[in-house]
């Protein structure tokens, strides 16, 4: 499968601030399912910023389908508004990303910087409600709304454009049970259609339910391990290293 990103050996730091990330470096190939593993602090969400190119890298690169990503690539069509249709970023914290003031208005925004004709909207908006069953929900303000279908209503905006690739940032943080469950069953049902996921978590509960591949930050910020969910489970020494067991 083609890479959709490459990550060669990137650094990065915050104004006045140690790296938060050090000499990373992988790659991703359509369709794939990532969880970026770590303890708080070991700069996955730092990660999912650069790869959404809201951050660039102070050393190496990021490369889009070979594209390297920078601040000025990303101003200028045709790639820049290219890639904000293909890459959806869903922050852990959903009330960073709803503003508008009902549900339908949310899944129409991006599609209207998109320039789509109002039949097109409608209908993307129809399907989508539809998909993440939240129909229910369309007149209602997202501010309302339980943390859960927060969380659907936020995905729900980032699926009106058909991205190819989501970002995740502790995409469970905050829901019951149910909710997770919900948001489980759907995240599954994207990968199937075929589109990439990675996603940001701590949680080793989670690892089967949301990836296939699993690439480990320390909490020197590094990359220290890329391997199968399963592989990484049983090592029991690299998650006593990172953090993420104690003994």
Same mark, same amino acid.
């Given at each position: ?153 936020? $995905?729900? +905006?980032?699926? %009106?454009?058909?991205?190819? *690739? !989501?970002?995740? #940032? ?5 829901? &019951? ?28 509960? $989670?690892? +089967?339910?949301? %990836?296939?591949?699993?690439? *480990? !930050?320390?909490? #020197? ?5 890329? &391997? ?20």
């Amino acid at each position: 499968m083609p890479s959709i990103f490459t990550v060669d050996n990137v650094s990065f730091a915050y104004p006045g601030h140690e790296p938060s990330v050090h000499g990373v470096s992988f790659t991703v190939a359509q369709g794939e399912r990532i969880a970026l593993l770590g303890a708080n602090g070991s700069g996955k969400s730092t990660l999912l910023h650069l790869l959404d190119g809201l951050y660039f890298p102070n050393v190496g690169s990021i490369t889009f389908f070979n594209q390297q990503l920078t601040e000025a690539v990303l101003a200028c069509p045709p790639f820049g508004p290219r890639f904000r249709k293909e890459v959806g970023f869903l922050f852990q914290n959903s009330d960073a990303q709803l503003f508008c003031a009902t549900v339908e208005e949310e899944l129409a925004f991006a599609p209207l910087q998109l320039r789509w004709s109002k039949v097109k909207i409608r209908q993307q908006i129809e399907n989508t409600l539809q998909q993440l069953e939240i129909m229910h929900l369309r007149d209602r303000v997202p501010q309302n709304l339980s943390g859960g279908e927060k969380k659907r209503v936020a $995905l729900a +905006a980032l699926l %009106a454009v058909n991205p190819a *690739v !989501l970002l995740l #940032d502790e995409p469970m943080t905050g829901l &019951d049970p149910r909710s997770q469950a919900i948001l489980l069953e759907i995240l599954d049902e994207l990968h199937l259609s075929g589109i990439t996921q990675i996603t940001a978590t701590h949680d080793l509960n $989670l690892l +089967a339910h949301i %990836a296939d591949r699993v690439l *480990v !930050l320390s909490e #020197d910020h590094q990359l220290v391990a890329d &391997d199968s969910v399963q592989a990484i489970i049983a090592d029991e020494e690299l998650l006593l290293s990172v953090n993420l067991i104690y003994k």
